[in-house]
């Protein structure tokens, strides 16, 4: 038996500077939503260029994935173990994945980091390492 530490929600929103989002236009026509929209991100960057640029520094975030029923809590709740932490859907991770590099090191100021900080503070609680110096000398990195 392996035991269950506990639950991380994963992909819980998703968060992201203003000027790395894109902008679509329905069509003149109304469309119905068959994504025939028009791609406008230049020309909306442009407008919040000149009439608000503070807003280029702002983060903005979408709950991608709403919860149903009572989401990740209620199912920690119903298996009585802790939620560990709530990760974004963040582009960083995804990128230091494929380019095998520490996303924490890479991304320090990346939506996800602190989570997976929590998490992994967290799981060092559960699991405290015997002698932390000696498993940091036995670490091989896996290329």
Same mark, same amino acid.
């Given at each position: ?27 003149? +026509?109304?469309?119905?939503? +068959?994504?025939? @929209? ?7 960057? #442009?407008?919040?260029? #000149? ?7 702002? #983060? ?12 990740? #809590? ?7 173990? =802790?939620?560990?932490?709530?990760? =974004?859907? +963040? ?14 090191? @890479? ?26 110096? @000696?498993?940091?000398? +036995?670490? @091989?990195?896996?290329?």
């Amino acid at each position: 038996k392996v035991p269950v530490l506990g639950l991380v929600e994963n992909m819980a929103s998703f968060k992201d500077l203003l000027p790395n989002l894109q902008f679509f236009r329905k069509p003149s +026509d109304g469309g119905d939503g +068959d994504g025939g @929209e028009e791609e406008c991100t230049a020309e909306i960057l #442009t407008k919040i260029q #000149t009439h608000l640029p503070e807003l280029l520094q702002c #983060t903005v975030g979408a709950n991608v994935f709403p919860p149903s029923g009572g989401g990740p #809590t209620a199912m920690a709740q119903q298996y009585n173990i =802790p939620l560990l932490a709530s990760l =974004p859907l +963040d582009p960083n991770l995804l990128k230091s994945c494929d380019e095998g590099l520490c996303f924490v090191d @890479e991304f320090p100021n990346s939506s996800g980091v602190y989570a997976m900080n929590v998490i992994a503070d967290k799981l060092l609680e559960f699991c405290p390492p015997d002698d932390e110096e @000696e498993l940091e000398e +036995d670490i @091989e990195p896996v290329i």
